[in-house]
């Protein structure tokens, strides 16, 4: 796992279990620099918002540190921590107006009334939601209590924030606006983001690094670009896009190409990742938009015999669900250019792609 | 009718396609889902008005208006109606005595009539029954005969006593209600001290109601805390635990506080062996006030908790959590955040204990002794012995006004709609 110099948040060697039995977190080890923003990312029960959880300090780690500045917070009531944070379903007071809720973290420190309002409405003037200072929260849309969600855990200047799901409740065209926002503000005022979610276009829009949570362990920390095109393992090639596997076992190992033999018998040459040499059994990842539909078969690339099963237009590009060696999930998108194919169900073609495209990883 | 005055006053009225209003097409569209409607509550609404709000207007009409005098003496009524109250009663009046009290002799009436002076005016009950037996025996001019079967009947305040029975509508129960007297001659005069009782009593149930209810807030905050917090595995037994006395009769719960509490019982015996009391001067826990509020305490917990709890389940922990991620100590965010959200159900399980214990009865009868009786045990008394059903409809008119009252102070300062009972 990469290490960093002076990281701001460190988790070294983290565990953590809920009943004793189990592990939720096995062994975390992350480090996030000052002005990062890190996305935790996930199917639900792997352990992310647990992560998010301790270091919020609402959880303690059963094992391992967890360090803040070069500081052991294990300690240290979540109070103390000044850490900002936004809660999946807002967490707006109630009882309290709009303003009320951002002077809530500023009167807890103690600060004077004429600072208190200054902050508010500065920070309110951010999320343009200035207007709505006397509201209460049940009074605003979803996306707009979103806003002051995030206005709130910023007003206190915390160096760093937290967000839980944040945009989990919103409609789909409001979570895209809301992704650029908060990718904006995080860029504007370089605290350091720690963002939870299970969705991965949102981990890919608004992050530095993503670490890909499964089963208690970070299957791969990578930015954005590494981790869609050179997927380490198989759950993250699955988990993270669009995703076709085949099948098959390892025949030889040259230099970095691996021959393997598919289930239905081909023979393909694809990249050698992460699989365990000769002999051993390897699940092939081809992403849907690297794969070629052709009539001919073509010498530079590895091609197999395919036939349409199903065909969707979607405007942009078709796309095209094949049975290529016995896999009839096979999905290939074809760019909707003026020349394409006239793709047909049932016709008989060659699908190809280039052997970088082509990684062998380890089966599951 | 309104739908053609909604439609004169609007420019253009809005029709249905076939050209009539829309309104009435409205009308007539949702009039069968009406009746229907109108059907299902019906049968209730019935048994409701004929239960319950028909006997209590009854009841409270009796409040103000008793008529067994003047039906029962009719002479004597239209003549006490001339009368000024305050000069010696004259010829016509012991005239119409006589005759009233012959034909109460008759028809066996006398008793009633005697009850109901003795209301007014207590002492003169065997007067009117001695009296009536002996009336066969007067002769004109029966002033002078009536004074001679008995002397009191020239006592004047029997006279006034007399006049004002005779008036059917009376503040007089009222008046009494609040330890006042209605008389003939000086309107309202306050009850003299020694038996004045029923605003003591008045006060004692607010004091002992507003006690209770402090004391199930108190109890049962926490426990409803717990209830809305802890796992389910443990909530549901908690819940189990705080529901188990509404599966109990009221007479055995109450009961069972007279064994824990009384001179010989549980909680003295475990004083007395630790030392810090001794064996002859045991705690009078019981058949007192202490006695009373806490069997009511005990028993109006659940009123308390139920409506609690209902609103702090739907407080998502979240919030706490984001009050001290903010920076509020668990102390602070608890008053700050969590308590302020709870209110609803402090408002709601406050006037239900309130209003539940200030009618509170059997438990008082029960366990209160002499000063934990409350006003309720009293309108029992007038109803069950006295016979005073009157007085009893008085007192409970005033009890119902108190608690419209605080009803209505609840709506002004927290609002009804505020009220979250589950």
């Known amino acids: 796992m990469q290490t960093i110099d002076n990281p701001f948040v460190r988790f070294k060697n983290v565990q953590k279990s809920y009943d004793g039995e189990t592990l939720v977190v096995k062994d975390l080890n992350l480090d996030i620099a000052a002005g990062e923003f890190v996305t935790m990312l996930g199917p639900s029960g792997s352990g992310k918002t647990t992560c998010l959880m301790m270091l919020a300090g609402f959880e303690t780690a059963t094992h391992g540190d967890i360090e803040l500045a070069g500081r052991p917070i294990n300690n240290i009531p979540p109070h103390k921590r000044g850490i900002g944070m936004v809660f999946q379903n807002y967490a707006l007071f109630p009882h309290m107006t709009v303003g009320e809720n951002l002077a809530f973290p500023l009167k807890v420190r103690k600060m004077e009334p004429a600072k208190v309002e200054e902050k508010v409405r500065k920070v309110l003037d951010m999320v343009q939601m200035l207007a709505f ?232 | 009718m309104a739908i053609t005055d909604v439609n004169s006053s609007a420019e253009m009225p809005i029709t249905a396609a076939d050209g009539t209003p829309l309104k009435k097409k409205l009308a007539q569209a949702l009039f069968r889902s009406r009746v229907r409607a109108v059907g299902l509550v019906l049968p209730l609404f019935a048994f409701v008005m004929a239960s319950f709000v028909i006997p209590i207007l009854a009841l409270m009409w009796q409040g103000v208006y008793n008529d067994t005098f003047a039906s029962y003496t009719p002479n004597l009524t239209q003549q006490l109606a001339k009368w000024d109250g305050v000069s010696t009663p004259s010829e016509e009046m012991f005239a119409a005595l006589v005759t009233d009290l012959k034909t109460a002799r008759e028809d066996k009436t006398i008793g009633r009539i005697a009850t109901r002076v003795n209301q007014e005016l207590p002492g003169t009950r065997s007067l009117f029954t001695s009296s009536a037996r002996k009336v066969k025996k007067a002769a004109p001019p029966y002033a002078e005969s009536m004074m001679k079967i008995d002397k009191d009947w020239g006592n004047l305040e029997v006279w006034q006593a007399m006049k004002l029975t005779s008036q059917s509508l009376t503040p007089g129960f009222y008046a009494t209600a609040l330890d006042s007297k209605y008389t003939v001659d000086q309107g309202f005069v306050s009850q003299v001290e020694n038996r004045q009782i029923y605003v003591k009593l008045f006060w004692r149930t607010l004091l002992i109601s507003g006690t209770v209810m402090l004391l199930c807030l108190l109890l049962g905050y926490p426990v409803a805390y717990l209830l809305a917090t802890l796992p389910l595995r443990y909530s549901n037994l908690l819940m189990i635990m705080v529901l188990l006395p509404f599966w109990t009769s009221l007479l055995v719960r109450t009961t069972a506080w007279i064994a824990i509490l009384q001179s010989q019982g549980v909680v003295n015996d475990l004083l007395v062996w630790i030392g810090i009391t001794g064996d002859e001067s045991r705690f009078s826990l019981i058949y007192n006030m202490t006695g009373t509020i806490v069997a009511m305490t005990h028993i109006l917990l659940p009123f308390m908790i139920l409506p609690l709890y209902s609103v702090m389940k739907t407080i998502p922990p979240s919030y706490m959590r984001a009050a001290r991620s903010l920076g509020a100590t668990p102390t602070r965010a608890f008053l700050k955040v969590y308590m302020p959200q709870t209110i609803p159900g402090v408002g709601a399980g406050g006037l239900l204990v309130f209003i539940l214990a200030i009618g509170y009865y059997i438990t008082p009868a029960l366990v209160g002794g002499q000063d934990g009786q409350l006003i309720s045990n009293m309108i029992a008394y007038h109803m069950q012995k006295s016979l005073n059903w009157s007085l009893a409809a008085a007192l409970g008119g005033i009890l119902l006004a108190g608690v419209l009252l605080l009803y209505w102070a609840y709506d002004r300062i927290i609002g009804i709609d505020n009220m979250k009972l589950g």
């Open chain 1, 133 to 364: 200072i006397d509201r209460k929260p049940a009074q605003l849309s979803g996306g707009q209590q979103q806003r002051i969600a995030l206005a709130r855990a910023l007003v206190f200047e915390p160096e760093l924030v937290l967000m839980d799901e944040p945009l989990g409740a919103l409609d789909k065209q409001l979570r895209e606006h809301m992704q650029y926002e908060i990718k904006h503000i995080h860029e504007n005022l370089g605290v350091t983001v720690v963002y939870v979610t299970h969705d991965q276009s949102e981990a890919l829009t608004m992050s530095n690094r993503i670490a890909v949570f499964d089963d208690g362990i970070i299957q791969q920390l990578a930015d954005p670009v590494t981790l869609y095109e050179k997927p380490d393992n198989a759950f993250v090639a699955q988990f993270i896009g669009e995703n076709n596997r085949l099948n098959g076992t390892v025949e030889s190992v040259v230099k970095s190409v691996a021959t393997v033999k598919l289930d239905s018998g081909h023979m393909v040459k694809a990249l050698s990742i992460n699989n365990d040499g000769k002999g051993s059994r390897t699940m092939l990842s081809v992403r849907p938009e690297r794969c070629v539909v052709s009539a001919k078969k073509s010498s530079s690339m590895s091609m197999l015999d395919a036939r349409i099963e199903e065909l969707i237009y979607l405007g942009d590009h078709i796309r095209c669900r094949m049975n290529v060696a016995g896999d009839d999930q096979f999905i290939v998108k074809v760019p909707n250019t003026s020349g394409h194919l006239g793709l047909e169900i049932g016709a008989n073609l060659y699908v190809g792609w280039k052997t970088d495209d082509c990684r062998a990883l380890d089966y599951r």
